[in-house]
């Protein structure tokens, strides 16, 4: 990643540019805004020790995002991928992910879920390079397609050094 593009938490100035990323997204694909778009608004649910909300940014501009929140004790969910176009396809949502992965696994977190859509096909191949396997419905979301990945055991951690920390 080059100095000018960077992930970090998400800071209380980037709420509505991380907001504006997200609509697009769900304009682009769907023609509608997101139906949950209401929790973006209980950012508190992404906050640690738990949670964690991060950005994508370019020359300070909000580009891309992501976050983790708990929905069970030992479960997570991996919430809000959504890159602008011309920030996709360069390996921003594999290095997004895996920093996810990395808070997931260092918050105590033993399984990761998230649900996606048919029309998100680049999505679900990065989640399947990632790992995801297919599972039953686990929400009621407007999504049809439910994924998990299991984060047993300390070998199994997608951590790629200390650089990635998030805490």
Aim: net charge negative.
């Amino acid at each position: 990643m080059n100095e000018e593009m960077a992930i970090r938490p998400l800071q209380p100035r980037d709420v509505e540019a991380a907001k504006a990323v997200i609509v697009a997204g769900c304009r682009e694909f769907f023609g509608t805004e997101p139906a949950d778009f209401d929790d973006m608004d209980a950012l508190s649910q992404y906050s640690p020790p738990k949670g964690v909300f991060l950005v994508l940014t370019c020359r300070d501009s909000v580009v891309g995002t992501g976050a983790i929140r708990g929905i069970a004790e030992d479960t997570c969910e991996l919430k809000r991928m959504w890159f602008l176009p011309e920030h996709r396809g360069k390996g921003f949502g594999m290095r997004m992910a895996e920093m996810l992965l990395n808070f997931a696994f260092s918050a105590g977190y033993r399984r990761v879920r998230l649900d996606t859509d048919p029309r998100q096909v680049a999505a679900q191949r990065l989640y399947q390079n990632l790992g995801f396997q297919r599972i039953e419905r686990y929400n009621d979301g407007p999504c049809s397609i439910f994924m998990e990945k299991v984060l047993a055991d300390e070998s199994e951690s997608v951590e790629s050094g200390p650089r990635d920390r998030l805490i």
